[in-house]
């Protein structure tokens, strides 16, 4: 079973600036990587697949980047509604597919 | 748009079966793979299951013994059966859709990330 591993485990970002969240595999999963974003409450909300390719309707601030086993997603300007919990994970190898255990983005 | 929603018992004895159903509403459930994925209290997630209409299922190996999931394409829904529940079952469970995905080749598997989810459901064992 691969691990995903995420750090930091929570980042403390002010509103406006840019958030760089990392997530780690323990073997390669080239770019079978996708990220999540969860609001307290909420359902997992899809943000990045095939590493870099943004979901329908997410917005240009969100960007995914990496393969193999280093991956970051990063957000360019923190908006209010981006303080959340964010997952990767990998599907590479199945099963089972492997989440990451979350980076929390919280205001500083 | 399609969406999902999950169902069943709020709480559950230990050692007896969870039962779970998730209506697909706004699309057919013939037309993708589903999953169900859970997240204990304060915890990350972890996929449980897939399942494709035709009959076509992947389970987690840590969870396989225990494990059913089914399709009803006649009300739209599919389930999961989850047998000999403990505490460490105790998490909202959701379901949700393979929106797009690969193959492993080594397990002769689809492999999934997941576009769309249910709200999730709490379902706590205990006595």
């Known amino acids: 079973e691969i691990v995903m591993t995420q750090s930091p485990a929570t980042l403390s970002v002010s509103p406006g600036e840019r958030a760089t969240l990392s997530c780690r595999a323990s073997?390669?999963?080239?770019?079978?990587l996708a990220w999540y974003q969860q609001r307290p409450g909420q359902a997992p909300r899809l943000l990045i697949y095939?590493?870099?390719t943004r979901a329908t309707g997410i917005p240009v601030r969100f960007s995914g980047s990496g393969s193999g086993t280093q991956f970051t997603l990063t957000i360019s300007s923190l908006q209010s509604e981006d303080f959340a919990v964010y997952y990767c994970q990998q599907y590479k190898t199945w099963p089972p597919g492997t989440f990451g255990q979350g980076t929390k983005v919280e205001i500083k | 748009q399609v969406q999902l929603q999950e169902s069943g018992p709020g709480l559950v004895r230990p050692s007896e079966t969870l039962s779970l159903t998730c209506n697909v509403s706004?699309?057919?459930?013939?037309?993708?793979?589903w999953s169900w994925i859970r997240q204990p209290p304060g915890k990350g997630l972890e996929w449980i299951a897939y399942?494709?209409?035709?009959?076509?299922?992947s389970y987690n190996p840590s969870l396989r013994s225990r494990l059913t999931m089914s399709v009803d394409t006649s009300k739209n829904q599919f389930s999961l059966n989850l047998s000999s529940v403990t505490a460490a079952d105790t998490a909202v469970y959701y379901c949700?859709?393979?929106?797009?995905?690969?193959?492993?080749?080594?397990?002769?598997?689809?492999?999934?990330?997941?576009?769309?989810w249910g709200r999730g459901t709490l379902v706590t064992v205990s006595s």
């Open positions: 095939g590493a870099s």
């Open positions: 399942m494709f209409h035709s009959g076509v299922t």
């Open positions: 949700a859709r393979g929106g797009g995905g690969g193959y492993d080749v080594s397990t002769n598997s689809l492999s999934w990330y997941f576009d769309l």
């Open positions: 073997q390669s999963v080239g770019s079978y």
């Open positions: 706004g699309g057919s459930v013939t037309s993708y793979y």
